[in-house]
């Protein structure tokens, strides 16, 4: 798995681009992507963020074989080797990007 290429993340998520959540058919909406994290909203969250340091971080330990891409275990081990920042939207980019 190549690492976490903030360009690629950048064109991946322009402006507006609806992303699918984990579970069932809902959406949470990328509003944009910064130099320090990427910007959503979903529910009732209007302006959520998940850091670039949390998604490298997640990154680097799914290529070390520490995080596994088992969806059953995933959003638990994210939040508890990486971070509690929104760990299911976390996942669910990465997911998104490729990474499992």
Same mark, same amino acid.
Do not use: C
């Given at each position: 798995m190549?690492s976490?290429n /903030?360009e %690629? #993340? !950048? %064109? !991946?998520?322009?402006d +507006?681009?609806? =992303?699918?959540?984990?579970? +069932?058919k809902?959406?949470?909406e =990328?509003?944009?992507v @910064?130099?320090d *994290? #990427?910007?959503?909203? /979903? *529910?009732v #969250?209007e302006? +959520? &963020?998940?850091s670039?340091a949390?998604l490298?971080r $997640?990154v680097?330990?799914?290529e070390?074989g520490?995080?596994? @891409?088992d969806? $059953?275990?995933? &959003?638990?081990?994210?939040? &508890?080797?990486?971070?509690d920042?929104?760990?299911?939207? $976390? =996942? *669910?980019?990465?997911?998104?990007l +490729?990474? /499992?």
């Open positions: 190549p976490l /903030w %690629q #993340v !950048r %064109q !991946r998520y322009p +507006g681009t609806m =992303v699918p959540h984990m579970t +069932g809902r959406m949470f =990328v509003l944009r @910064a130099d *994290a #990427v910007h959503f909203k /979903w *529910a #969250v302006d +959520g &963020t998940v670039r949390n490298e $997640a680097e330990l799914l070390e520490v995080l596994l @891409a969806p $059953a275990s995933l &959003t638990s081990d994210y939040r &508890t080797l990486v971070s920042e929104r760990p299911t939207i $976390a =996942v *669910a980019l990465l997911k998104d +490729g990474f /499992w």
